[in-house]
């Protein structure tokens, strides 16, 4: 507790209350209140889509063990290596 205040659910700090917003010019009227946005009058860049059709080589079963994950087959036991 610094300086005798006791932030919490119930006395909030007053930072806390304070809210991030973006603002661009024509955002808003001349009297403060909010204008409505076409955004079908927005120009936005078409962006391609790459697709790769090549498989990824295999992760061997050692380097997911090395993160302390399970590897397990159809068939097999669950081989769990511990940290």
Not at 1 to 8: I, L, T, W
Not at 23 to 28: C, D, F, N, P
Not at 37 to 42: E, I, M, N, Q, T
Request: proline letters at 8%.
């Amino acid at each position: 507790m610094k300086n005798g205040y006791a932030f919490g659910p119930g006395n909030p700090h007053p930072l806390s209350q304070m809210r991030t917003e973006l603002v661009w010019e024509g955002k808003y009227d001349e009297y403060g209140r909010r204008r409505e946005v076409d955004v079908a009058g927005f120009a936005m860049p078409l962006q391609k889509i790459e697709t790769v059709d090549e498989r990824c080589p295999p992760i061997p079963d050692r380097a997911w063990r090395n993160y302390g994950f399970s590897v397990h087959r159809r068939g097999q036991d669950t081989q769990t290596l511990g940290r």
